[in-house]
């Protein structure tokens, strides 16, 4: 276990991810490497990069339903009655709601040191000896 630990930290301080994947990386490799109570404010962060990482998911389904909903095939299907045509208005008007107020919650998730939380995993990991010592040249 602990040799997957260390390459997935290696690969954390030598890969550029996404947010979304550095989050969830980052949220991974804390719980591997908490062994006792979380410092109040990397508990504080990690709370605020899991909040993120859920709305993060649930934005990008909105934004594929959207999608959908708006893809020229899918209009080709709609029948012309004013019917069918004001129902699949106040749907889209639905998803586009539901996409800004999770935009609106992203924005309040509050600020993420990162800095700080690879630190802390950084300082965590050398502390197991998880990280390989590597010679300069």
């Known amino acids: 276990m602990d040799e997957l630990i260390s390459e997935q930290i290696e690969s954390l301080l030598g890969t ?3 947010i979304k ?3 969830k990386n980052l949220l991974t490799l804390s719980g591997f490497l908490a062994e006792t109570a979380l410092p109040d404010t990397i508990a504080a962060q990690l709370e ?3 909040q ?3 709305l993060q998911d649930l934005f990008e389904s909105l934004m594929q339903a959207l999608n959908h909903a708006t893809a020229p095939a899918n209009k080709s299907r709609l029948e012309p009655s004013s019917d069918t ?3 699949a208005s106040r749907d889209l008007s639905r998803l586009l709601d539901q996409i800004e107020a999770v935009r609106a919650q992203i924005g309040a998730c509050g600020p993420i040191n990162y800095g700080e939380l690879i630190a802390w995993i ?3 990991a050398r502390e197991r000896n998880l990280l390989r010592q590597r010679s300069r040249r």
Do not use: K
Request: no cysteine; net charge positive; charged share 10%.
């Open 16 to 18: 550029n991810y996404s």
């Open 21 to 23: 994947g550095l989050n």
């Open 48 to 50: 605020r990069v899991s």
């Open 52 to 54: 993120l990482a859920i």
């Open 85 to 87: 045509q004001a129902g």
């Open 122 to 124: 950084a300082t965590r």
